[in-house]
Each structure stands twice: as C-alpha cells, then as structure tokens.
C-alpha cells in the first residue's frame, strides 16, 4: 500500500501534463483547414487560417516548395500561430489595432503582425510580421481558408 501512495502522485503528475494542447504542433497542411465551417470571412475577420500564396502571370497560387512547410498563419479568439517554412510559433494576443485599412496585432512575444486586405472579395490579404523592434517588417500575401479552393496549388517541379 506504501507504494501505491508514492507512485499515485507522479501519476497524476504525468497525467495532468500530457493533457496540453496538441493544436499548435499539428501541421497545418494536413489538418481540415481548407474544409472549415463556411463562415463568410468579411464576418469573421481575421480568425480562420490563411496560406502564403504566389503572384504567378496576373494570378496567384497557392506554390508549395519541396520539403518545406505551406507557410501558414492561424488566427483564434486569443492566440495566433505562425507555420514558417521552417519554424513554427505561437503566441497569444494581447492588443489589437484597428484603423480604416488594417489592424496591428501586438501578441504575448516580441513579434507584431500588420494585417491588410488586398482584395476582400477573393480573400487575399497582406500579413507583414516584425520579428523584433530592430528587425525589418516582413511582408507576405495570404488567402483564407475559405477562398483558398479556388486557387491553384502548384508543387515545385521535381517534389514527389
């Protein structure tokens, strides 16, 4: 019975910390984010996922590089997550900025996302991101999950 009430402790303990949330580890390419509930993005705003696309003659495509990650951006409540082509991050919101043409998004990190629509109507938006105070702005366009079916996905030639 002496060992049953020294181990039942560390039980608990394991238990309670493999119950965390597993949602900022998953890849965004193989998850269902292309098959979201249908909620009209000029509702919803900014929250939702958003995939890098690329300008490609006077379109844009959704261009995938071999052995990299879709570069990915997911928008909750309260917490954004980056997919990077290497790197993921994750960090809650703190403040948002709101003017007439886009909204700066201050989070729990060093990092601040700039948010611009480009064109409403097919979902495409600018995200810039400023890694740190001294960092320059990065600038990226993205489209919603939710129009993102209408845009071509291109794999890098030579990719299997």
């Known amino acids: 019975m002496n060992r ?3 181990i039942f402790p560390w039980v608990m303990l394991l238990a309670a910390c493999n119950t965390g949330n597993t949602e900022t580890t998953k890849n965004a390419n193989t998850d269902t984010a292309l098959t979201e509930p249908a909620v009209d993005s ?12 690329t300008r490609k003659d006077s379109d844009y495509i959704i261009y995938q590089p071999c052995g990299l990650d879709l570069r990915t951006i997911r928008v909750t409540g309260d917490s954004l997550y ?19 043409s886009q909204t700066i998004i201050h989070t729990t990190s060093v990092v601040v996302y700039t948010f611009t629509w480009k064109d409403k109507d097919r979902g ?3 995200w810039k991101v400023k890694f740190s105070p001294s960092a320059p ?10 129009s993102a079916y209408r845009l071509k996905k291109v794999n890098e030639p030579g990719c299997k």
Do not use: C, I, P
């Not at 000029?42 to 696309?53: D, K």
């Not at 702005?137 to 939710?146: A, T």
């Open 4 to 6: 049953l009430t020294a």
């Open 42 to 53: 000029h509702e919803r705003g900014l929250q939702g996922a958003w995939f890098e696309v």
């Open 82 to 100: 980056n997919q990077d082509q290497m790197e993921h991050s994750w960090a809650r919101l703190t403040q948002q900025e709101k003017n007439d």
């Open 124 to 126: 495409l938006a600018s």
């Open 137 to 146: 702005e990065q600038e990226h366009l993205y489209v919603d999950s939710l």
